[in-house]
């Protein structure tokens, strides 16, 4: 039974694949969000698993000359070579709004990025993750 614990403990490290840190990424971008167009500067952090990618973030929304801070989480999925999918959760004061990805790659770790939601439209380039 003592051997048989640590063999189970290795098989199972052996045999599963940890999510890994893809690291830090920015994003910028012109948005419809919060009643009104502006320009979106955000960061997040990006942690990967099997092309899956859940991604937190944060970042501002510029507009008029004010400065509205938002918090954000994406999970998308990765197509090789080509687009990366999924949906995300933006929220901003008071308001949680659910939106659509949709990311093309234009080089290596830069990616035109377009995001689709109930009152919130963004279009602008993502670089790293």
């Given at each position: 039974m003592k051997?048989?614990?640590?063999?189970?403990?290795?098989?199972l490290c052996a045999?599963?694949?940890?999510?890994h840190a893809e690291g830090?990424?920015?994003?910028a971008g012109y948005a419809r969000a919060d009643g009104g167009w502006g320009a979106e500067l955000g960061a997040g952090y990006a942690l990967g698993f099997a092309g899956f990618r859940l991604t937190p973030g944060a970042?501002?929304?510029?507009?008029?000359?004010?400065?509205?801070?938002?918090?954000?989480?994406?999970a998308t999925y990765s197509i090789p070579l080509s687009a990366t999918i999924g949906a995300?959760?933006?929220?901003?004061?008071d308001e949680v709004r659910p939106y659509a990805t949709l990311a093309m790659p234009l080089f290596?770790?830069?990616?035109?990025?377009?995001n689709v939601?109930?009152?919130y439209y963004a279009l602008g380039l993502t670089l790293g993750y």
């Open positions: 051997t048989i614990l640590p063999l189970a403990a290795v098989a045999l599963t694949p940890a999510a830090l990424g920015v994003e970042g501002v929304h510029l507009r008029d000359g004010d400065v509205q801070p938002y918090g954000r989480v994406e995300g959760v933006r929220v901003s004061e290596p770790k830069l990616r035109a990025k377009a939601g109930p009152s």
